[in-house]
């Protein structure tokens, strides 16, 4: 799920400079099927954005911006926590929307920014 195709012929993550913008990742596996739960989906989506997010040289810590794309606000908690666990040593700011639909059935999408270098906070 990290390439550009013809069904997705956006870049996974755009690196320009230090920065890198990384493309909505869906609570899906690799065969695009949507991750059922409360957690789950979180940490489905988490990954892939994170795998994405190495593509183009980045690294969770890199992270300065996340946004949340939720089809259920009520996973406002269990998001909490996922950040609280993998983004606040960081200082990570952090966007969360509920949203009526997401592609291929997912219930969280998230993307994310990053910068690579020292002088770029």
């Known amino acids: 799920m990290s390439d550009?195709?013809?069904?997705?012929?956006?870049?996974?993550?755009k690196r320009a400079g230090d920065h890198i913008y990384v493309s909505?990742?869906?609570s899906v596996d690799a065969d695009?099927?949507?991750v059922s739960g409360r957690r789950e989906p979180l940490d489905a989506?988490?990954?892939r954005m994170t795998e994405r997010?190495?593509?183009a040289g980045g690294r969770p810590d890199d992270v300065v911006k996340l946004t949340y794309y939720v089809?259920?606000?009520s996973l406002r908690e269990e998001a909490n926590q996922q950040f609280r666990e993998n983004?606040?040593?960081?200082?990570a700011a952090r966007t969360?929307?509920?949203?009526?639909?997401?592609?291929?059935?997912?219930?969280?999408e998230i993307d994310a920014i990053a910068v690579t270098s020292e002088g770029g906070e």
């Open 4 to 13: 550009a195709s013809t069904d997705h012929p956006y870049s996974p993550a």
């Open 24 to 26: 909505g990742a869906l």
């Open 32 to 34: 695009y099927r949507p």
């Open 45 to 47: 989506a988490l990954q």
């Open 53 to 55: 997010l190495a593509t």
């Open 71 to 73: 089809t259920d606000l």
């Open 87 to 91: 983004f606040a040593a960081t200082g």
């Open 96 to 108: 969360f929307l509920e949203v009526s639909r997401l592609p291929y059935g997912a219930s969280v």
